[in-house]
């Protein structure tokens, strides 16, 4: 069972790696092309469809793949949930496009014209409800492979379509926005129906009132928790775009794109990690969903600060890099954003062992005093001294501040409600050692590498500097971790049996 999670780890984290490559490659070439403000606008309509996705929403996409993951399902089960998502769908449409006058259309999404609005939906729909849930499928069979082959396909054809559309001159908000919407549209229709196929149960299965009432339970505490969810997403890019403008906008979004790059690991692990625990409690193995969880924790945690403590010091030439000096105002919040998937990534690993055994009561009641504490403390932090209400006026930055520090408050606070109904140890102190070894690892490594890359006289200083920083870095990390090894969730053990996989030598190994 260890072997074969473990297989389907390494697939996901492979194509994984791939993707997110190709994915960032794309959002900075788009970045790149439409500049700040029209990079903020496109940010901003989409970020506010995923906000208002968690209204309808409402925890039955969680439910679903928690069903999924526990044992095959019948027709009806797809009929019911399929049929959902294309109310919300037409409901959405229906609403933006008839039902809304342009005063509203106007005020809520901030000047941008009803086909943009439109045409965001339909791109945020088809990426995070339609994908989502084909993928959901493919991986509660632990089709894996599949399901990462695809989305790779998707990654490549996009970048080599936004790379065709700029070098034409066609590349603007809307362009962006349409290819979304082909590509996952004909990735949905190419996978759905096999992998329907394959989750389906035998003749006989769930009646409609038993599935119906399934959803009810699992998703009844999350009905107010959706709303709020709405309020707390899109309030804080609204205050944004409002206070700070679209430009503030654009530098969020991008460092907030560069940042993911840390959560790369994590991200790859989540659906194996809610798949394993949903049918360890399916089985009433709770000890086995506790100790997945507990081993998901450090070593992601170290990953992801491995990533960020390597990247903060290069915040500012990442920027010049990547996007150009039309985002050199962007490099304060970079730094801040590399500092959100630390906290993050325990953040996503806990959310996904309370979906995943159906523990939403608990996961809701957090969530919802978490969130009535983060609007109005981001709207100190945006609003400037004209506001009715005067704030900070500390736009993007005050933004990536006041996300930073209420994730570590919010992750900690589920953790320790998790190790509580659990019967373990509530472990924090590993969090502040291991970001304080790896970051002042990252600024000392890229002090001495660059006065080696100024001593030789280099032509190409940053270049030689990041790649000898980067060498000293990963060499001195793996001495810390040689020497202490639960630094990243490992031991002992476990290094020499890597160690041996390496070598090739299958000697015993002692306990």
């Given at each position: 069972m260890i072997e074969r999670v473990a297989v389907r780890f390494v697939a996901t984290f492979?194509?994984?790696?791939?993707?997110?490559?190709?994915?960032?490659?794309?959002?900075?070439?788009?970045?790149?092309?439409?500049?700040?403000?029209?990079?903020?606008?496109?940010?901003?309509?989409?970020?506010?469809?995923?906000?208002?996705?968690?209204?309808?929403?409402?925890?039955?996409?969680?439910?679903?793949?928690?069903?999924?993951?526990?044992r095959p399902r019948s027709p009806r089960f797809f009929a019911l949930y399929f049929g959902w998502l294309a109310f919300q769908a037409a409901a959405t449409v229906l609403a933006v496009a008839l039902l809304f006058p342009d005063s509203l259309v106007r005020w809520f999404w901030l000047g941008q014209d009803r086909g943009t609005v439109l045409l965001a939906f339909a791109a945020s729909f088809m990426m995070t409800q339609v994908w989502a849930a084909a993928s959901q499928l493919g991986e509660a069979v632990r089709r894996t492979v599949l399901v990462q082959a695809a989305s790779l396909v998707q990654a490549v054809v996009h970048l080599g379509l936004v790379i065709a559309a700029a070098r034409a001159g066609w590349l603007g908000v809307p362009t962006v926005l349409a290819l979304l919407v082909v590509e996952h549209v004909l990735l949905g229709m190419a996978l759905g129906p096999k992998l329907v196929r394959a989750n389906l149960a035998p003749a006989g299965g769930d009646g409609e009132e038993s599935v119906v009432a399934e959803f009810a339970r699992y998703c009844a505490p999350l009905l107010v928790y959706g709303w709020v969810s709405f309020i707390y997403a899109f309030a804080d890019r609204w205050l944004l775009q409002h206070?700070?403008?679209a430009t503030q906008q654009g530098f969020f979004a991008v460092g907030q794109?560069?940042?993911?790059?840390?959560?790369?690991?994590?991200s790859s692990v989540l659906r194996v990690l809610w798949k394993e625990v949903a049918e360890a409690t399916e089985r009433g193995d709770l000890a086995r969903a506790a100790t997945l969880y507990g081993a998901a924790c450090r070593g992601f945690y170290f990953a992801s600060a491995w990533v960020s403590?390597?990247?903060?010091?290069?915040?500012?030439?990442?920027?010049?890099?990547?996007?150009?000096?039309?985002?050199?105002?962007?490099?304060?919040?970079?730094?801040?954003?590399?500092?959100?998937?630390?906290?993050?990534?325990?953040?996503?690993?806990?959310?996904?062992?309370?979906?995943?055994t159906g523990r939403t009561r608990a996961y809701a009641r957090i969530g919802l005093v978490v969130m009535a504490v983060s609007v109005p403390w981001t709207y100190l932090m945006l609003a400037d001294n004209a506001a009715p209400v005067p704030g900070?006026?500390?736009?993007?930055?005050?933004?990536?501040?006041?996300?930073?520090?209420?994730?570590?408050?919010?992750?900690?606070?589920?953790?320790?409600?998790?190790?509580?109904?659990?019967?373990?140890?509530?472990?924090w102190g590993y969090q502040p050692g291991v970001f304080a070894l790896l970051l002042g690892l990252g600024f000392?490594?890229?002090?001495?590498?660059?006065?080696?890359?100024?001593?030789?006289?280099?032509?190409?200083?940053?270049?030689?500097?990041?790649?000898?920083?980067?060498?000293?870095?990963?060499?001195?990390?793996?001495?810390?971790?040689?020497?202490?090894?639960?630094?990243?969730?490992l031991t002992r053990r476990h290094l020499r049996l890597a160690m041996d996989s390496l070598t090739r030598r299958g000697r015993p190994i002692a306990a």
């Open positions: 492979a194509v994984n790696v791939l993707r997110a490559g190709l994915s960032l490659v794309a959002g900075l070439v788009v970045a790149r092309e439409l500049g700040a403000v029209d990079f903020g606008n496109l940010s901003f309509v989409l970020a506010s469809f995923t906000a208002l996705a968690q209204v309808w929403d409402l925890g039955t996409s969680s439910a679903f793949y928690t069903f999924l993951s526990r206070f700070g403008g794109q560069l940042a993911n790059v840390s959560l790369i690991a994590t403590c390597l990247l903060i010091p290069f915040s500012r030439e990442i920027l010049a890099w990547t996007v150009g000096p039309g985002y050199e105002g962007a490099a304060p919040v970079l730094m801040l954003l590399l500092l959100l998937p630390l906290h993050q990534s325990l953040g996503q690993i806990a959310g996904t062992f309370f979906y995943a900070l006026g500390l736009a993007a930055v005050g933004l990536a501040v006041k996300m930073v520090l209420l994730q570590i408050v919010s992750v900690n606070v589920q953790a320790w409600t998790i190790a509580r109904d659990n019967g373990v140890p509530f472990e000392a490594c890229r002090l001495g590498a660059g006065g080696a890359a100024r001593l030789v006289g280099l032509r190409e200083p940053f270049l030689a500097e990041a790649a000898l920083t980067a060498v000293a870095y990963a060499g001195a990390a793996g001495v810390c971790v040689y020497a202490v090894p639960s630094l990243a969730g």
